[in-house]
């Protein structure tokens, strides 16, 4: 048996490459297929192991309200709207002086709030006057801290 020469070999090997580069096609020529369409709506949950996560879909408001305009409104959107709308406190029911630097210590120490202590002071000012402009905060021999100032989901935990 004859061993073919070199050049029969390049020859049969640019033409195997040219028949398999024609077989596949020019560049870009190739479309990935469509993925699989879906078989039905994703599951709501998942349950493994004893624990079943449910998923939920939750439509939040759009707040962009902010405090309304008086000494300190600064310090308070500076501080308060970082975590919760000013909505959430602006709904809240007439607290006494006592029972808003109660809260915002709550918020600081408990929720860990990012407020600074030099701006409590301030913080409980305003959110004071606000109260008295709703025209039913606590009278005043009532402000001995007695009373569970309300989070700011109105509850008092």
């Known amino acids: 048996m004859k061993v073919p020469s070199i050049g029969t070999l390049s020859f049969g090997a640019v033409g195997l490459a040219a028949v398999v580069l024609i077989a596949i096609g020019p560049p870009g020529s190739h479309v990935p297929p469509p993925p699989p369409a879906p078989s039905g709506p994703a599951p709501s949950n998942v349950a493994f192991g004893g624990f079943t996560l449910t998923s939920a879909a ?43 630097k109660s809260t915002v210590i709550k918020m600081k120490e408990v929720y860990k709030a990012p407020v600074a202590e030099k701006d409590i002071p301030a913080i409980v000012e305003y959110l004071t006057a606000l109260s008295a402009k709703q025209g039913s905060a606590a009278p005043a021999g009532k402000e001995s801290g007695s009373q569970v100032a309300p989070d700011a989901s109105g509850g008092t935990g």
């Open 58 to 100: 939750i439509d939040l408001p759009i707040d962009d309200q902010q405090y309304p305009d008086g000494p300190h409104a600064d310090v308070i959107n500076a501080n308060c709207t970082s975590c919760h709308s000013a909505s959430m406190a602006l709904t809240q029911p007439a607290l006494t002086s006592d029972q808003w």
